[in-house]
């Protein structure tokens, strides 16, 4: 009785105080069908679900970014969830950290659910200030000489905001395209279109708590299918982040935050 005791003392001290503080960079290469040569190699770092609130402070924000950076990224994804719920106050103070990434192309971003129970309009003001593009249902294409690669954003899919069709309008025909979408679950209907390489998403935070073996015991909607990690769709890959910051309990257990470094891989190309 009293080794259950400690052991489960041991257990919550663990999942309150180190496993949440300890960032697990993941680095994976995706060979997409449709990327052109020109993009070989392309890195895209991606953070989601910072959820700034008290435990999210500004100083673990900046530690993130600097991790971030030290990834030495040509773009910088996030996948929503910026600020948890109902802090409006705390919407200000993601420009000091933020601002400070430095992909070599750009930053790109959608919004989660926690942030349309927000000021949303407080929230893009803040990504705007911080040098980032906001994705609300919309594309931002890169290029290199007449290559292209596309960047789609689709707004909350959980709060009713997504709208895929006006990505679809925008989003030109030839080069590939990669899809942020906060909610996993959403690829269902992204790679029902045919046009999409990639969705990014986060939302389920891997669970936040489990246990192993088994199903998350919490999962959200729209997170709870494609919680955790790669997944392929029909033609599309999926990767589901599993996010940095914290909701309800602040504490995880064998769900490290995650920071996720993508290196793209052109057809006929080695790796």
Known sequence: MGLCILLGFGTLLYAKLIEPNWIEINSLQLK??????????????QISDIHRDRWMSTRRLQRIVRLVNQ????????TGDLV?????????????????????????????????????????????KSN?????????????GNAMLHIAGVDDVQMGKSRIDLVMQQLPKEGAAILLAHEPDFATISAATGRFDLQLSG?????????????????????????????????????????????????????????TVFTLVAPGAKG
């Open 203 to 259: 939302h389920s935070h891997g669970g936040q708590v489990r246990l192993p073996f088994i199903e998350p015991p919490i999962l959200p909607p729209w997170g709870k299918k494609y919680y955790l990690g790669q997944y392929q769709i029909g033609n599309m890959f999926l990767y589901t982040n599993r996010g940095l910051g914290m909701t309800g309990l602040h504490l995880r257990l064998f769900a490290r935050p995650e920071i």
């Open 71 to 78: 990834q030495k990224p040509d773009l910088v994804a996030i």
């Open 132 to 144: 980032i593009v906001h994705l609300g249902n919309a594309v931002y294409t890169l290029k290199r």
């Open 84 to 128: 948890t719920r109902n802090l409006p106050h705390l919407i200000p103070s993601l420009t000091v950290s933020l601002t400070h990434l430095t992909p070599k192309d750009k930053t790109v971003a959608v919004l989660g659910n926690h942030d349309h129970e927000n000021d949303t309009q407080k929230i893009i003001e803040a990504l705007q």
């Open 32 to 45: 997409l069908p449709n990327l052109a040569s020109e993009f070989n190699g392309y890195r895209i770092v």
